[in-house]
């Protein structure tokens, strides 16, 4: 949910998202459309539906346990590197290291004043990972990076800054085109991820025929909102009853 989303507007779906689903289970009992239905303002509806795909899969694989062996949870539906390192670690105390955009930049800047490989930010983050509390120490990189070492840096007050390479040596920033680090975003509004987000949301008020969603979205033409339906009847996210287009009922 924090993907692209700030803090402050997950938190209350957060939860009312794990009242209604406290158990993996849950959520895996649940239509798809239920589960859209809480995601709502959320965004990347995909996200939603890996979701809800992995909660089946660990609710009929893995007897409703989220699993801590990395193998494992990178077999879940819509989980990478970065989340089956995050639940390895922040949840079973797993010693891998979690290496989000925010470490990357401090390996990059702090570590290596050059922009790494993807192989070489991975080999970096598992050496930094001191034996004990690795946990801890994941979370304090998150922080570092969220807090002080952010895009545009805060230097100051950085409590690695005596020993940061970039910092003593100078140069251009290596991070903007180091391994994990993610790359800035093109526009919200007037994208298909909005697009999207527009139909969804016309659809949890209940199913709508084509031409209903065409008139809802006039300002974005009926070719593309067209071709939005069809990306998310692909997707799985919605489908389509006689003329009525509806959210999925998987
Ligand atoms: S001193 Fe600046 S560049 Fe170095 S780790 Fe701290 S915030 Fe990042």
């Known amino acids: 949910m924090l993907q692209q989303t700030q803090t402050s507007r997950v938190l209350g779906p957060w939860q009312s998202f794990l009242d209604a ?24 509806h995909r996200r939603a539906k890996a979701l809800h795909d992995a909660a089946r899969m660990i609710r009929d694989e893995f007897n409703g346990d989220v699993p801590s062996d990395v193998v494992d949870l990178r077999r879940l539906p819509g989980v990478g590197d970065y989340t089956a390192n995050a639940v390895a670690s ?43 509390d690795s946990s801890a120490f994941n979370q304090a990189m998150l922080d570092l990076g969220a807090q002080f070492c952010r895009s545009s840096p805060r230097c100051d007050g950085c409590p690695v800054a005596g020993v940061c390479r970039w910092r003593l040596e100078g140069g251009l920033d290596p ?5 994990a680090v993610s790359r800035p975003q093109s526009a919200f509004a007037g994208s298909d991820r909005q697009a999207r987000g527009r139909v969804l949301a ?6 709508q025929s084509t031409a209903q969603l065409l008139a809802r979205l006039g300002d974005v033409g009926d070719d593309r909102t067209a071709s939005v339906i069809a990306s998310l009847m692909r997707d799985g996210l919605v489908g389509r009853t006689g003329r009525l287009i509806h959210l999925s009922r998987d």
């Open 21 to 44: 689903y406290p158990t993996p289970k849950d959520c895996a009992d649940a239509t798809l459309a239920s589960v859209l239905q809480r995601w709502s303002g959320l965004g990347y």
């Open 90 to 132: 922040f949840a079973y105390g797993r010693p891998v290291a979690v290496l989000d955009t925010n470490v990357g930049r401090i390996l990059a800047r702090a570590l290596e004043n050059r922009s790494l490989r993807a192989s070489e930010a991975r080999d970096a983050a598992q050496a930094l990972l001191p034996r004990r």
């Open 202 to 207: 016309a659809l949890r008020v209940g199913p």
């Open 175 to 179: 991070a903007p085109h180091s391994a």
